[in-house]
């Protein structure tokens, strides 16, 4: 089944400062995956394999890489949550 979930209001994406904060793509995969601003999020870097077992299917095997992200983004915590912010 499929679910509209908020990651912003779970523990994955709470946080005190930006230094709390790491940018990622939404899909389950990193390697290829689409890296415009709105299909990136912020997690708490603990948090990332809680949010791999939301998006992922139990079998799903991943290329190693390095992912690229654009230089005009970041990940900030802004009012206790992780969120990705445009630099300008």
């Known amino acids: 089944t499929c679910a509209t979930v908020d990651i912003s209001r779970l523990p994955m ?3 005190a400062t930006d230094d709390d904060c790491v940018v990622r793509a939404r ?3 990193e390697c290829g995956a689409r890296t415009e601003i ?3 999020i912020a997690l708490r870097p603990d948090g990332l394999l809680d949010y791999l077992g939301l998006i992922c299917d139990t079998d799903a095997i991943c290329d190693d890489c390095v992912p690229s992200y ?3 983004v970041r990940a900030a915590c802004i009012s206790g949550a992780c969120e990705v912010e445009l630099v300008e």
Request: charged share 25%.
């Open 27 to 29: 899909e389950c995969c």
């Open 13 to 15: 994406a709470a946080c």
């Open 70 to 72: 654009p230089d005009n």
């Open 38 to 40: 709105d299909s990136l």
